[in-house]
């Protein structure tokens, strides 16, 4: 999930395929010898645009030059940054200043983290942020204002002068290259498009998923998405002969001309319209699309399965009639928020670690509300922004510096809270971050 700090242009992100969460906290100084535990940190803007992380660090993805998970927002010592992301285990971040820069840190098992100096492979990680080498690197790439980074399950995108960047794993051809071969690559290189062979131009918003990749138009009228679309979340269909994964990206179809926001979940892609209307796509096997995934009736004859759609569907509510309305997007693992005009939160999909915030842990595909103290007469209010990362969900209250809130999985602490005692790693409704501002 990418967030950055300037109004009217905040990204999204991505996430990964599967999260195995506990309690606890970790006092290792080397990392796990294999990678389990996935989309267990999140991040939030501290005063003066400093970044602040929490949760699971057993890679170094919480940049704070250890490898012990935290249960409080703790900063990351890289000054003022203009956005950042978090992935399935290492994070990104940038700034429009110091020459427009990206960074990285967390796990380089596939090159996500960009680094020349740190190699690739099962030791491979840095618990330091690293400047990611893109500018000057690449024939598109000289100079380089950069103004956006998403980050993947295992791989990573940033926006360079209006042109997408890729680097890390791409079993699925998520870093966009086009070419036959499915190579991890740890040097970010431009993302070609399928119709012309040209580098990927023009973009304003970039969004990663498990496996796959989304990219907005700057005039919004167009949504590019390659990589893995086993789910649809590509928006065209999978069943059609070698359409499972895209190595180039193409449209998609059924979105209106007037996009403003873009965000990826696991197996999902959302956007939002001008009109503040959401449209989502991909997998809907636990409602993540809005939808009754065990409704038959929504099926076609080119979408047989109601557990997806390649079709952009526009989310209700409960009624079937009225339209959620939004201001901003987050999407989760399997889980998607949206915050509503006047500062209320709602949210739909995976909820069996009370990522809904509506005091149960039952999936819902209609959106409900975020509530502030479990009873619906009290919904959260004067949210002024929202943030998903893996199965846990932030809200800010107020403005800067405001007070930020998480519900959720909370098995490492990613909700700023300390980590239960009990079997119970998750938080039913809103709780204060401690650590912020």
Same mark, same amino acid.
């Given at each position: 999930?990418?967030?950055?700090?300037?109004?009217?242009?905040?990204?999204?992100?991505?996430?990964?395929?599967?999260?195995?969460?506990?309690?606890?906290?970790?006092?290792?100084?080397?990392?796990?010898?294999?990678?389990?535990?996935?989309?267990?940190?999140?991040?939030?803007?501290?005063?003066?645009?400093?970044?602040?992380?929490?949760?699971?660090?057993?890679?170094?993805?919480?940049?704070?030059?250890?490898?012990?998970?935290?249960?409080?927002?703790?900063?990351?010592?890289?000054?003022?940054?203009?956005?950042?992301?978090?992935?399935?285990?290492?994070?990104?971040?940038?700034?429009?200043?110091?020459?427009?820069?990206?960074?990285?840190?967390?796990?380089?098992?596939?090159?996500?983290?960009?680094?020349?100096?740190?190699?690739?492979?099962?030791?491979?990680?840095?618990?330091?942020?690293?400047?990611?080498?893109?500018?000057?690197?690449?024939?598109?790439?000289?100079?380089?204002?950069?103004?956006?980074?998403?980050?993947?399950?295992?791989?990573?995108?940033?926006?360079?002068?209006?042109? %997408?960047?890729? #680097? !890390? =794993?791409? @079993?699925? /051809?998520? +870093? $966009?290259?086009?070419? *036959?071969?499915?190579?991890?690559? &740890?040097?970010?290189?431009?993302?070609?498009?399928?119709?012309?062979?040209?580098?990927?131009?023009?973009?304003?918003?970039?969004?990663?998923?498990?496996?796959?990749?989304?990219?907005?138009?700057?005039?919004?009228?167009?949504?590019?998405?390659?990589?893995?679309?086993?789910?649809?979340?590509?928006?065209?269909?999978?069943?059609?002969?070698?359409?499972?994964?895209?190595?180039?990206?193409?449209?998609?179809?059924?979105?209106?001309?007037?996009?403003?926001?873009?965000?990826?979940?696991?197996?999902?892609?959302?956007?939002?319209?001008?009109?503040?209307? %959401?449209?989502? #796509? !991909? =997998?809907? @096997?636990? /409602?993540? +699309? $809005?939808?009754?995934? *065990?409704?038959?009736?929504?099926? &076609?004859?080119?979408?047989?399965?109601?557990?997806?759609?390649?079709?952009?569907?526009?989310?209700?509510?409960?009624?079937?009639?009225?339209?959620?309305?939004?201001?901003?997007?987050?999407?989760?693992?399997?889980?998607?928020?949206?915050?509503?005009?006047?500062?209320?939160?709602?949210?739909?999909?995976?909820?069996?670690?009370?990522?809904?915030?509506?005091?149960?842990?039952?999936?819902?595909?209609?959106?409900?509300?975020?509530?502030?103290?479990?009873?619906?007469?009290?919904?959260?209010?004067?949210?002024?922004?929202?943030?998903?990362?893996?199965?846990?969900?932030?809200?800010?209250?107020?403005?800067?510096?405001?007070?930020?809130?998480?519900?959720?999985?909370?098995?490492?602490?990613?909700?700023?809270?300390?980590?239960?005692?009990?079997?119970?790693?998750?938080?039913?409704?809103?709780?204060?971050?401690?650590?912020?501002?």
């Amino acid at each position: 999930m990418e967030t950055r700090k300037p109004a009217g242009l905040l990204g999204c992100a991505l996430l990964a395929l599967a999260l195995l969460s506990g309690c606890g906290s970790s006092t290792t100084t080397t990392i796990p010898s294999t990678t389990s535990i996935f989309s267990a940190h999140s991040l939030i803007f501290g005063n003066n645009s400093t970044v602040l992380a929490m949760g699971y660090n057993g890679f170094g993805q919480l940049g704070n030059g250890n490898l012990v998970n935290q249960s409080v927002a703790t900063l990351v010592p890289i000054g003022h940054m203009s956005g950042f992301s978090a992935g399935g285990d290492h994070t990104l971040a940038f700034s429009f200043a110091n020459h427009s820069s990206v960074y990285a840190w967390g796990s380089n098992y596939h090159g996500q983290i960009g680094s020349a100096v740190t190699i690739t492979g099962t030791g491979a990680f840095s618990s330091t942020p690293l400047r990611v080498p893109i500018h000057g690197t690449q024939p598109f790439s000289a100079g380089g204002i950069v103004t956006g980074v998403a980050g993947g399950e295992f791989h990573s995108l940033a926006i360079v002068d209006g042109t %997408v960047f890729g #680097w !890390g =794993y791409n @079993g699925f /051809g998520q +870093l $966009g290259f086009g070419t *036959a071969l499915l190579a991890d690559s &740890t040097i970010p290189g431009p993302v070609f498009v399928a119709s012309n062979g040209a580098p990927l131009t023009g973009i304003k918003q970039v969004a990663a998923g498990g496996g796959h990749s989304l990219a907005l138009s700057s005039d919004g009228s167009k949504v590019y998405a390659w990589g893995n679309n086993a789910e649809g979340q590509l928006g065209s269909n999978p069943l059609n002969l070698n359409n499972l994964y895209n190595q180039t990206p193409f449209p998609v179809s059924g979105l209106p001309l007037n996009i403003v926001q873009i965000a990826a979940a696991g197996s999902n892609s959302y956007a939002l319209d001008g009109n503040q209307h %959401v449209w989502a #796509w !991909g =997998y809907n @096997g636990m /409602g993540q +699309l $809005g939808k009754n995934p *065990a409704d038959t009736s929504v099926t &076609t004859a080119t979408n047989p399965l109601p557990s997806y759609s390649y079709l952009p569907q526009q989310v209700f509510y409960a009624d079937g009639i009225t339209p959620v309305t939004a201001t901003k997007i987050a999407a989760g693992l399997d889980h998607v928020l949206a915050l509503v005009p006047g500062g209320t939160v709602v949210g739909w999909g995976f909820n069996q670690l009370a990522q809904l915030g509506n005091n149960t842990i039952l999936n819902s595909f209609v959106p409900v509300t975020v509530l502030q103290d479990g009873t619906a007469a009290h919904p959260l209010t004067g949210v002024t922004d929202i943030s998903a990362f893996g199965n846990a969900s932030l809200a800010r209250v107020g403005d800067h510096p405001g007070a930020w809130w998480g519900w959720g999985d909370n098995g490492f602490g990613q909700l700023g809270n300390p980590v239960t005692n009990t079997s119970l790693g998750y938080l039913m409704i809103p709780a204060l971050v401690q650590g912020y501002p």
